[in-house]
């Protein structure tokens, strides 16, 4: 790539697009697609009624329901399929703060929509506290274990995802599980991390995911809710299959959900494997390779298709745009949006530099050759456009 006479390095005009932004939305799998097609004419019917093309409707997502359930680790009747994650966090995590008013602890890093639900919770008259991460984005499981501990007896639920899609870190399940046991708090996981990827922790109460997270239609999220749970519907309930989840059942999309993620998961260990070859290589070679950059998150426990990494005296939403002329799609946690003019709060609990930030994350067909090209498109746009800043 030559530059142009402003600077910036010159898009090739017939270069196939990378898309390289799975953290966001992985493609959309040809299962699903094909699965879905196929269950518009199958799964269209009502699936309460008792005729023929009812049973077959109820069949179909009752089917649905077995594999999402298989993966979770859960019984079939525990899921629900509202339409999206984020209506998934919303309901699962109020249904746990409706029964009791517990005290709310979550991390500094979760996903919006969790920090959302809190700020409502507290509105309402809630109390919530919140617990730090270190320098590589986990979560400071002792500093949870005070927050349990200052609880003293009261009731309280733990909301901590599995891992965060910005920095990639992978938090400490099994401790997290073993502390909301021991102090008898449900713990709340938003899994949209890991689920079709890795396996889901146990020792959940209610957890939550989307679907085209792992290649599924977007417009289906799940939420699960283990049998025992204190938990109850913030919401009005339904008559419908699933009271928990009001509304007529999109079975086609639910059923393309499910279809996905089985495929996704049948090879989950070896992709997993692949895919951190890949990211290990690709985070090594940017810090070799582009001076003044922070690389993001752990160097292990880590999510094997994320890296993140921040460069300073340039803009990751410059850097976003650039790459994305080049024909490279991939994401920034810091860019600024026009109405908050805020930066990642991930990034800021992290303590590590909040502007400048890429996100790359690899879908299940990324290559070591589509990376290496890629390093080469990262390294000319933060090459020139620091000099057109006039950066040191």
Known sequence: MSDTPAGRPEAAPHRP???LDAGSSEPLRPIARDTFAAALDEGWAD?????SEGRRARLLFDSAREIVAAEMGCRPDDVSFPPSGTVAVHAGLSGLL???RPRLIHSAVEHSSVLHTADYYVASGGARDRVGVGRDGRVDVAALGDELDRVDGGPAVV???AANLESGAIHSVEQIATACADAEAPWFVDAAAIVGRLPVPPGWSVAAASAHKWGGPAGV?????R?????RAATVADERLDPRNPGYENIPAILAAAAALQDMAADAAARADRQR???EKLRSRIAATIPDVEVIGPADERLPHVVACSFLYVDGEVLVTELDRLGYAAASGSACTSSTLEPSHVLAAMGVLTHGNVR???TVDTTADELDEFLAALTEVVTSTRERLGAP
């Open 98 to 100: 409706t029964r009791r």
């Open 47 to 51: 699936p309460l009624r008792l005729h």
């Open 277 to 279: 070859a890949l990211t």
């Open 227 to 231: 049998r025992g749970a204190h938990w």
């Open 17 to 19: 697009r990378t898309y």
């Open 360 to 362: 790359i994350s690899l």
């Open 221 to 225: 999220g799940v939420m699960a809710v």
């Open 159 to 161: 909301a901590v995802q």
